[in-house]
DNA sequence: TTGAAAGCGCTAACAC
DNA sequence: GTGTTAGCGCTTTCAA
């Protein structure tokens, strides 16, 4: 089967190919009854316009590229879903690339969306990601780029986060005024800002409600539900006193909990315990697991939105805007001492 | 900033523009000795080729587009998982579509990735499809096209599926086994080949093990949580004696015990309950849920690597393997009275 | 082993 | 309102 190009269209009707081209493009030059005609040829010879050749002409692919750490991850295959819906309803379409939390492969994503000459990147940094120059690199390009979530520090690009602080300062408040008082926080012992931030809400709590921080309380580690389980060991142990628990994360969380209720603790009259991220099974366990909602389709959405905004007005280029979601309490039986 | 290509480096060399694009490509008939002046060269001028002249030229654009009902499915959002890691590991990239189950949606995501030039798509079609004219146009074109999980019918294409009959035998003879002998069973009233599947695996395994098909343990409805909690609640009003329950989801599995927990029913010891899908709630409620596995992450890997296969050897084209991945059994507390 | 030259299918500036 | 023309940056055939 031939190709069919504009060109085919143009003998059909004995007219040029760029007027054909016009036609198709809607171009306000042209008469109705030439754009008529030409879209009916088109239709009739099953015409499909070649991107690729518009893409190398015109300079624009209209497809902006998506990297995150892992589609495994629910909050992140929920950011995607958000992006590609508001980017495809803008006629954009998505390149995805999964760094797996390799700085590697993360490297390769960006150099790959660079070569295919993306319109533009939203990407969340690896877990491993501590060098930027790969990302550099596109502003340098001047290929607009956002992050969401995980961003790097030391940039200074839009994004659209959530108040990590605020995060870890309302699920902290919350215990607190449930009448905990000697409350545990598992963060992670990599430098990652989001637990940081967590943490700090949890600190910056404590002391606003006339609570010192006991460092012996704040457990460094990973967000795994083994290591959940290890922690609450570990403290039975070590004879660690302590009233709640917040995990960094919702399966932290619930190896916490799964741990708790084999040492016949009840939860939540002897201890609390809140996680973070709002997984779907947190409203199915037993008891119930409190949490904070990161608002990841909301965030798809914004990130995407925030980027058709910002290639509308690239005068915005000095002054990227960083927008920040509010974390949200979700309260359900784990914490609820007071009922 | 300019931007850098063939042309430059060539002029830097002294050499012709050809010879700098057969070295970058590792031709082999060029030296070796060139090859790594070339490379030292376009490294230092930050050069990086671009993939839609080469694409536009070469007439491969090395992407492939994918399109799944939607993300917001863990399902979905694992195969995707599966399927980038295996593309993108053999120099594939990923277009990505939503059709957010409409027809409509559907078929612009074929019209673009038609008009990209993908070199194949892979797809899982909507609950809203009848009419395949858009599959057939990818066919007539000679793109590669692959199905996975749901397939349309009428097409002698290459798929990945799993056996959703065994999947309902399994699960109903285990139960049987178990010791259950009046399995309720609630399907879609939709007519959905997967759910027609599982409800005929679970008359087979009735049959096969002489229990009689009771039409009153049939329930049709949706795989709502909110459903699984209706069946029983109505199953109690009307008195209909059953001693297990095998659901179309984990979702209808989960409302079905907790409307049984509130009965203060024993599970496993009243009632047994095994769903489908292996959510990972499942591993993480009280009692655990007995499930099926779908290999949502294997069938993204096979799906992928059936694609590589096609592409490599098209003289497949006339005889589409079809595979079709089993079901796994996941026994867990909730259908588990033998202990 | 390298060079010359054509052209993939389109957009857009310029001309009429 | 439509035609002419020149590329976008690369791959690839033919020639030397």
Redo the contacts with the bound molecule.
Sequence with gaps: MK?I???DIAKELG?????V??A??DHP???A??KIAVRETAERLNYR??KI??S???GKSNVIGVLVPSLQVTFFSLVVYGIEQVMNANGYNILLYQSNEKLEQEKNGIETFLQSRVDGIIASISTETTEIAHYQEIITRKTPLLFFDRIPTQLNVPSVTIDDYKGGFIATEHLIKQGYKRILHITDEQDISIFKERLRGYMDALLHYNLKIDENLIIRGNFSLAFGKQVIQEAKASGLNFDAVFALEDFTAMGVMQQLLEYKVNIPEEVGVIGFANESFGSLVTPNLSTIDQQALTMGREVAKLFLKQIKDDSLEDHPEQIVLDPILIVRNSSNKKG
């Design positions: 190709k190009t504009i060109l007219i040029t190919f760029s007027t081209a016009r198709l493009n030059a042209i008469s009854k030439t316009q070649n050749a518009s190398l002409r015109s």
